[in-house]
């Protein structure tokens, strides 16, 4: 009988399990593996051909116009990266700090600040697109009916200012995440603590830097490090608002853009090719993958247990 | 030291005496309430007027009795269908990512059996991959299965990507509830299913619905797997469909904004019912 019941729990547990897991095997694990295999091969179009060795990491590294191509698009994702960490999980630390005082209204002010972070980013990126428009835009009508008509300028059609639009667009979608996550975080910091740390100072700034900015630390790794993913993944907004060539001239394009378009083509590019797009991919993954355990490792070392 | 340093520095400059430290903060919130807030009241706004009232007037309240921008896209695009969709496809694979999730999360957290720890990794394994880099094999695996320009290709991903955080939080909470009523209904003779039918499943409700918020927001949302897996228009979701319609109105701008406000209603309406749920699921997997 205990015999029988234990082959009955095996099966059991053998049904509870293995459908989850082949879901994830199969979803997940397969096409991340097949990935890493398919940057090694020569492909026309969905055709899989020769065995290329390393030949589409080369073309996409160091054969122009790819090199020039995949050194632009990493140096904007690295502009957006540290830009997001100013506006977006800086400007969140402070306003969770803000929240935390339990201010009147401050219910109010939470809902609010994370309201955008529920919306779809393909919503938050056409109402962006319309507001920078150059001549009906909100942003420049604002601008002129409070006389700095002269600063009126189109937004996303200049090389020079169209990645920075897209920035302030991407934070204001998003400071809402980093703001509440900091703000759980601060929440958690025992009150014995801040009293203690009330006796010995008065000022703001030492409270801030030295008690509360050292007991958030596990907030901040998992907000660094998931901005961090964020960024090198970033893809819808652009693709929305600059369109897959990052226009004008490239000034937008990112890797996630360059990633798609050479996988599969679009107007300019025409052709669609699955060896150098699984080349960039693997790379892109690569190194997302390196520095994501760096940045965990690094800041995990800095957090304190209470 | 350092620290008496800083204090000499900053009542120096002693902005926080004159103003106060809390009057600064509440015009910090305000002031970014404000900007949170504006870009949403002008959509809505804007849905009510013709386009020469937005061009003329961007910031004046509306005629909200003008709903002519609705009716159009009511009658004349594909939206109704782009919302159906969306609502097909996310509670499809809501069925399936609680189902599939608990499922695990009971044999890993429930039971005692060898590999369970490597298994809960191999689902946690999941959480951190960022599965758009892996697009091209997963076109050519939804293509193999003949399911590309179908549903399923998106319910079967999305569900997929659900899990890892699903057993993640349905795991901790599981292990968590007491052995005692458990053990009892098996002294009774009650079967391993009927144990987890009648007695455990009632008790993780909750987390089901942290899990649940966490995952709903993210599919409802998603853009980039129906661009490369859907292409016919009948099939899209409301993000996908959003881009066709956005292209053929371009300089109707009443519409455009219509569309929008349409579009974000129905997740704004439940976040403002619900912002506690929200905020705590959307924020599960980064809070401690």
Same mark, same amino acid.
């Given at each position: 009988?205990?015999?029988?019941?234990?082959?009955?729990?095996?099966?059991?547990?053998?049904?509870?399990?293995?459908?989850?897991?082949?879901?994830?095997? @199969?979803?997940? #694990?397969?096409?991340?593996?097949?990935?890493?295999?398919?940057? =090694?091969?020569?492909?026309?179009?969905?055709?899989?051909?020769?065995?290329?060795?390393?030949?589409?990491?080369?073309?996409?590294?160091?054969? &122009?116009?790819?090199?020039?191509?995949?050194?632009?698009?990493?140096?904007?994702?690295?502009?957006?990266?540290?830009?997001?960490?100013? %506006?977006?999980?800086?400007?969140?630390?402070?306003?969770?700090?803000?929240?935390?005082?339990?201010?009147?209204?401050?219910?109010?002010?939470?809902?609010?600040?994370?309201?955008?972070?529920?919306?779809?980013?393909?919503? #938050?990126?056409?109402?962006? /697109?319309?507001?920078?428009?150059?001549?009906?835009?909100?942003?420049?009508?604002?601008? /002129?009916?409070?006389?700095?008509?002269?600063?009126?300028?189109?937004?996303?059609?200049?090389?020079?200012?169209?990645?920075?639009?897209?920035? #302030?667009?991407?934070?204001?979608?998003?400071?809402? =995440?980093?703001?509440?996550?900091?703000?759980?975080?601060?929440?958690?910091?025992?009150?014995?603590?801040?009293?203690?740390?009330?006796?010995?100072?008065?000022?703001?700034?030492?409270?801030?830097?030295?008690?509360?900015?050292?007991?958030?630390?596990?907030?901040?790794?998992?907000? =660094?490090?998931?901005?961090?993913?964020?960024?090198?993944?970033?893809?819808?907004?652009?693709?929305?608002?600059?369109?897959?060539?990052?226009?004008?001239?490239?000034?937008?394009?990112?890797?996630?853009?360059?990633?798609?378009?050479?996988?599969?083509?679009?107007?300019?590019?025409?052709?669609?090719?699955?060896?150098?797009?699984?080349?960039?991919?693997?790379?892109?993954? @690569?190194?997302?993958?390196?520095?994501?355990?760096?940045?965990?490792?690094?800041?995990?070392?800095? &957090?304190?247990?209470? | 030291?350092?620290?008496?340093?800083?204090?000499?520095?900053?009542?120096?400059?002693?902005?926080?005496?004159?103003?106060?430290?809390?009057?600064?903060?509440?015009?910090?919130?305000?002031?970014?309430?404000?900007?949170?807030?504006?870009?949403?009241?002008?959509?809505?706004?804007?849905?009510?007027?013709?386009?020469?009232?937005?061009?003329?007037?961007?910031?004046?309240?509306?005629?909200?009795?003008?709903?002519?921008?609705?009716? /159009?896209?009511?009658?004349?695009?594909?939206?109704?269908?782009?919302?159906?969709?969306?609502?097909?496809?996310?509670?499809?694979?809501?069925?399936?990512?609680?189902?599939?999730?608990t499922?695990?999360a009971y044999?890993i957290g429930r039971y005692?059996?060898?590999?369970?720890?490597?298994?809960?990794?191999?689902?946690?394994?999941?959480?951190?991959?960022?599965? /758009?880099?892996?697009?091209?094999?997963?076109?050519? %695996?939804?293509?193999?299965?003949?399911?590309?320009?179908?549903?399923?290709?998106?319910?079967?991903?999305?569900?997929?990507?659900?899990?890892?955080?699903?057993?993640?939080?349905m795991t901790g909470f599981i292990r968590t509830l007491p052995n005692e009523l458990e053990d009892a209904a098996?002294?009774?003779?009650?079967? &391993?299913?009927?144990i987890m039918?009648?007695i455990m499943l009632p008790l993780v409700r909750p987390a089901m619905?942290?899990?649940?918020?966490?995952?709903?927001?993210?599919?409802?949302?998603?853009?980039?797997?129906?661009?490369?897996?859907?292409?016919?228009?009948?099939?899209?979701?409301?993000?996908?469909?959003?881009?066709? =319609?956005?292209?053929?109105?371009?300089?109707?701008?009443? #519409?455009?904004?219509?569309?929008?406000?349409?579009?974000?209603?129905?997740?704004?309406?439940?976040?403002?019912? %619900?912002?506690?749920?929200?905020?705590?699921?959307?924020?599960?997997?980064?809070?401690?």
């Amino acid at each position: 009988m205990p015999q029988l019941r234990m082959t009955g729990r095996g099966l059991w547990i053998t049904v509870l399990i293995v459908p989850p897991l082949a879901f994830i095997a @199969l979803f997940i #694990v397969y096409p991340i593996l097949s990935a890493f295999a398919y940057a =090694f091969f020569d492909w026309q179009g969905l055709r899989r051909l020769d065995f290329v060795g390393l030949e589409n990491f080369h073309t996409v590294l160091f054969v &122009e116009p790819y090199r020039s191509w995949t050194l632009n698009a990493f140096r904007n994702n690295v502009i957006v990266f540290f830009a997001l960490m100013v %506006l977006q999980n800086g400007l969140g630390f402070l306003l969770a700090y803000a929240l935390w005082r339990e201010l009147p209204g401050a219910r109010f002010h939470r809902i609010a600040v994370f309201l955008p972070v529920v919306l779809s980013t393909i919503i #938050v990126a056409y109402l962006f /697109k319309l507001f920078y428009h150059p001549l009906f835009g909100v942003v420049n009508i604002t601008l /002129k009916s409070i006389g700095l008509g002269w600063l009126a300028q189109p937004w996303l059609g200049q090389g020079g200012t169209a990645l920075w639009a897209l920035i #302030v667009a991407q934070a204001w979608h998003m400071v809402g =995440f980093p703001t509440l996550v900091f703000l759980a975080g601060m929440q958690r910091i025992p009150g014995e603590i801040l009293d203690a740390a009330r006796m010995e100072t008065e000022s703001e700034w030492v409270k801030i830097t030295k008690i509360v900015w050292p007991l958030v630390a596990p907030s901040a790794t998992i907000v =660094f490090t998931l901005l961090f993913v964020g960024a090198f993944n970033w893809f819808e907004l652009p693709y929305i608002m600059a369109g897959l060539d990052g226009s004008p001239f490239g000034s937008t394009d990112v890797l996630g853009l360059y990633f798609y378009r050479t996988a599969f083509g679009n107007v300019s590019a025409g052709q669609q090719d699955f060896g150098l797009g699984s080349a960039l991919a693997v790379l892109i993954f @690569l190194f997302i993958a390196a520095i994501a355990t760096v940045i965990t490792v690094r800041l995990r070392a800095r &957090e304190i247990q209470l | 030291m350092s620290a008496a340093a800083d204090n000499a520095y900053y009542q120096r400059r002693g902005i926080l005496g004159t103003l106060g430290r809390d009057g600064l903060l509440q015009i910090i919130l305000i002031a970014n309430t404000i900007i949170m807030l504006a870009p949403i009241i002008i959509m809505v706004f804007s849905a009510f007027k013709t386009t020469p009232q937005i061009f003329q007037s961007p910031f004046s309240l509306p005629d909200f009795s003008h709903i002519g921008n609705f009716v /159009k896209i009511w009658t004349e695009t594909n939206f109704l269908r782009y919302l159906l969709n969306s609502f097909v496809v996310t509670g499809a694979s809501m069925v399936l990512i609680l189902t599939l999730g608990t499922m695990a999360a009971y044999a890993i957290g429930r039971y005692q059996f060898t590999g369970s720890g490597f298994i809960l990794m191999f689902f946690l394994a999941g959480l951190t991959l960022p599965l /758009k880099l892996a697009i091209i094999p997963l076109f050519m %695996l939804m293509r193999d299965l003949s399911i590309l320009n179908n549903q399923l290709s998106l319910i079967f991903v999305y569900t997929a990507m659900g899990l890892p955080t699903t057993v993640f939080i349905m795991t901790g909470f599981i292990r968590t509830l007491p052995n005692e009523l458990e053990d009892a209904a098996r002294m009774d003779g009650a079967s &391993e299913a009927r144990i987890m039918w009648s007695i455990m499943l009632p008790l993780v409700r909750p987390a089901m619905v942290i899990a649940g918020i966490q995952n709903v927001v993210p599919i409802w949302n998603d853009f980039f797997f129906p661009l490369v897996f859907i292409q016919n228009d009948n099939l899209k979701t409301l993000p996908q469909g959003l881009t066709t =319609f956005m292209g053929e109105y371009t300089t109707d701008w009443g #519409v455009l904004f219509a569309g929008l406000t349409l579009s974000a209603a129905p997740i704004i309406l439940i976040y403002i019912v %619900l912002s506690k749920q929200f905020i705590a699921g959307m924020t599960s997997g980064a809070v401690k």
